[in-house]
């Protein structure tokens, strides 16, 4: 992957990148999306961003709000998957999707085509994958899923090199309590009430005595 492309320019051998494994162009291939639920929907908006020619498989959405995001509906499944380079699925398991991926339809879809399965493992008959892998009938396969998870340790597609992964979802950091609040009691100050002072009363003066005039 990138890994190899980093290391070399890390160890000076920056033109040794085009012996490496050539990479897959978006720009102008076709993706078949299968499932045009949420995931769906989310994901032709990202192919439209490399001007990808989509197409879309779901048989409960109709064509106006296909053509809404910009793909283009189909009805007959077997019949268009030999024209696409990408497939990818995003679908119930249920018996009109179980083996919806056999090796008849691997054997008529394009030798340098990606199949992509990120819905649930039982859309695709994993013996059918594994043969069509190992003789070259497609590029190369990314799965998030199997029909047993975790798989046996004997599913074939474990020692094949062309698929990779589990169910892998973006892990976020703990979120951290928040600490507990602490009750903060206000005393109100409490001010001492001066005694109250005592009035002086008021002293009054003898009336001075008047003297006696003779007349």
């Given amino acids: 992957g990138v890994g190899m492309y980093d290391k070399c ?3 000076g051998n920056f033109s040794k990148r085009n012996d490496l494994l050539l990479t897959k162009e978006l720009w102008n291939k076709n993706i078949l999306i299968a499932g045009f639920g949420r995931i769906g929907k989310n ?4 192919c439209k961003g490399f001007d990808m020619n989509v ?3 779901d048989p409960y959405v109709d064509e106006e709000t296909i053509t809404g995001f910009g ?3 189909i009805n007959d499944f077997s019949k268009n998957v030999r024209d696409m380079d990408y497939l990818s699925f995003h679908l119930p398991s249920t018996d009109e999707t179980k083996n919806l991926i056999d090796l008849k339809v691997l054997s008529s879809m394009k030798k340098s085509a990606i199949l992509i399965n990120t819905s649930r493992g039982t859309v695709i008959n994993e013996l059918d994958l594994n043969e069509a892998l190992n003789k070259n009938m497609i590029l190369g396969a990314g799965l998030d899923v199997f029909a047993k998870e975790p798989p046996d340790s004997n599913n ?3 020692k094949n090199k062309k698929v990779a992964t589990p169910v892998v979802e973006e892990k976020k950091p703990a979120a951290k309590k928040p600490a507990a609040k602490k009750k903060v009691v206000v005393k109100k100050a409490t001010t001492k009430k001066k005694p109250a002072t005592k ?5 009054k003066k003898p009336a001075a005595k008047k003297k006696a005039t003779k007349e």
């Fill in 9 to 11: 320019v890390r160890d």
């Fill in 43 to 46: 994901l032709i908006k990202k």
């Fill in 55 to 57: 197409f879309v498989y």
């Fill in 156 to 158: 074939p597609l474990l």
């Fill in 199 to 203: 009035k002086k009363s008021a002293t």
């Fill in 71 to 73: 793909g283009k509906k």
